[in-house]
């Protein structure tokens, strides 16, 4: 296992579309996060998992927002309706032992709403 | 009030200087922090964690002053390549037993180092 995995990479979409995202962590990792980022600011919190259970959701993370992570493995983030403002980097990650030794993150999936 | 601030820059620097790069950040419950290390277009990466009794790694010390909620992070004879975004990063714990919380990043300082 070489690190966490994202696909799509880079995603463009109409808007009012429905996209949905992928994000295989390390897989021995039980805790599993997703942020936004966006040009000139740093990573923004969205939501976080315990092996599958939800632990916090930011409220950043609107309704159309929504993630699982359903089996404790890998994760999807899914955008209904999506809205240009919706375009950002979104960024996976995961970690062994939560926040106190930070985590590594995927490359990213970035998502362009035209 | 930002739970974590920078200043965003950009520092630019000759090769061979030094540089430092402050953060503040408000919780102060808060009980880890980090610099990450982010290049252009690409996913941020731990540079060092950051202790209290401050550490070092090379060319890179970090410093943390609980008292003042600062955070400091010097690089001692900049290189082209140090050229990126260094982000702040501090957890935010939750409540309940043995849960660490998140990450909260701040905004970042870009560093631009010229030959």
């Known amino acids: 296992d070489t690190g966490v995995s994202q696909d799509p990479r880079h995603k463009i979409t109409k808007r009012g579309q429905n996209v949905t995202f992928r994000c295989d962590p390390i897989?021995?990792?039980?805790?599993l996060y997703w942020y936004r980022q966006t040009l000139g600011q740093g990573p923004e919190f969205l939501t976080y998992f315990q092996n599958e259970a939800q632990l916090e959701k930011s409220r950043l993370l609107s309704d159309r927002f929504s993630a699982e992570r359903p089996k404790g493995s890998f994760s999807t983030l899914e955008i209904q309706r999506t809205e240009q403002g919706d375009s950002a980097m979104y960024l996976c990650?995961?970690?062994?032992?939560?926040?106190?030794?930070?985590?590594?993150f995927g490359s990213g999936t970035r998502l362009t709403v035209v | 009030r930002k739970e974590v601030e920078q200043d965003p820059g950009p520092f630019n620097v000759p090769e061979g200087a030094t540089v430092a790069f402050n953060c503040t950040y408000s919780?102060?419950?808060?009980?880890?922090f980090f610099w990450y290390r982010q290049d252009c277009r690409k996913e941020p990466k731990l540079l060092m964690s950051?202790?209290?009794s401050g550490n070092e790694d090379g060319r890179f010390t970090a410093q943390l002053n609980r008292a003042s909620q600062y955070i400091s992070l010097l690089i001692r004879d900049s290189k082209l390549s140090d050229s990126a975004t260094y982000l702040c990063?501090?957890?935010?714990?939750?409540?309940?037993?043995?849960?660490?919380?998140?990450?909260?990043f701040g905004q970042g300082t870009t560093l631009q180092v010229k030959p």
């Open positions: 990650a995961s970690s062994d032992t939560g926040a106190n030794y930070g985590y590594t």
């Open positions: 897989s021995e990792h039980n805790r």
């Open positions: 950051v202790y209290s």
């Open positions: 919780n102060s419950a808060s009980q880890s």
């Open positions: 990063v501090v957890n935010t714990p939750a409540r309940g037993s043995g849960n660490t919380g998140k990450l909260i």
